[in-house]
């Protein structure tokens, strides 16, 4: 049980287009959804956290205007990198924390297996 | 300064032997240390976590152990594998964060045969 995927793995893209990133728990109602960024040897750093139904709350230095987040729904987050440029390339890795009763313990962050973005 | 300080950075081991991993953290008022496995390119993957009254754990082969008052922990892995090759992860929340958590930079391990 608490299984989170995201989708795609992987993507390549060129500078200035837009990439969506999706974020699911399968198994589990996902009140708090959040979203790190990962550089190489580097630990995992959060941009934001979603709440469902209400706007994201960034991290000091994350641009929301790039980096859209929408939690529409307890099982789905999303991450849209807009106009992405090569220093946007990076681990994206999202987690969730389950509702209390809907599977897994509460207090738990469920990771992702994350998505390679590379921006050409 | 980082609240997660890990260490050895890395390290290379025999495949059989077993090592131990530090985390030293000043994360306050504590509520729960977590230690991940993350191999590389792929999500963090939960090995223990344990709350403030508890001062060791143990998942298969990886044992965590828990001093709240010196604000140390260090997972010991038994009888390595080349499987466990990987960034061993010491994350610590704190009470009413919000489920925030501080991330260390993690100790990559790497098991040779």
């Known amino acids: 049980g608490a299984v989170v995927s995201q989708h795609p793995s992987w993507v390549i893209c060129k500078s200035g287009t837009s990439v969506k990133i999706e974020c699911r728990s399968l198994d589990f109602q996902a009140t708090t959804m959040f979203w790190y960024r990962q550089f190489p040897k580097q630990s995992l750093m959060l941009m934001a956290t979603?709440?469902?139904?209400?706007?994201?709350?960034?991290e000091q230095g994350v641009e929301k205007d790039k980096f859209l987040i929408n939690h529409a729904s307890l099982t789905l987050s999303t991450l849209t990198v807009t106009s992405a440029h090569p220093e946007d390339s990076s681990f994206y890795i999202c987690?969730?924390?389950?509702?209390?009763?809907?599977?897994?313990?509460?207090?738990?962050?469920?990771f992702g297996p994350g998505t390679r973005l590379t921006v050409t | 300064k980082n609240q997660v300080e890990q260490s050895p950075q890395s390290l290379i081991i025999l495949e059989g032997k077993n090592c131990t991993l530090q985390?030293?953290?000043?994360?306050?008022?504590?509520?729960?240390l977590r230690w991940y496995k993350q191999d590389t390119g792929r999500g963090p993957v939960s090995l223990t976590i344990m709350t403030f009254s508890e001062n060791t754990k143990s998942n298969g082969r990886y044992t965590a152990t828990l001093d709240a008052d010196t604000k140390q922990s260090s997972l010991h892995i038994t009888a390595s594998q080349l499987s466990d090759s990987a960034s061993y992860i010491c994350v610590v929340s704190a009470i009413g964060g919000n489920n925030r958590l501080a991330f260390g930079k993690g100790n990559q391990v790497v098991v040779i045969p």
């Open positions: 987690s969730a924390s389950p509702v209390s009763g809907t599977g897994g313990a509460n207090y738990e962050q469920y």
């Open positions: 985390c030293n953290y000043t994360v306050s008022p504590f509520s729960n």
């Open positions: 979603s709440n469902e139904g209400s706007k994201a709350t960034y």
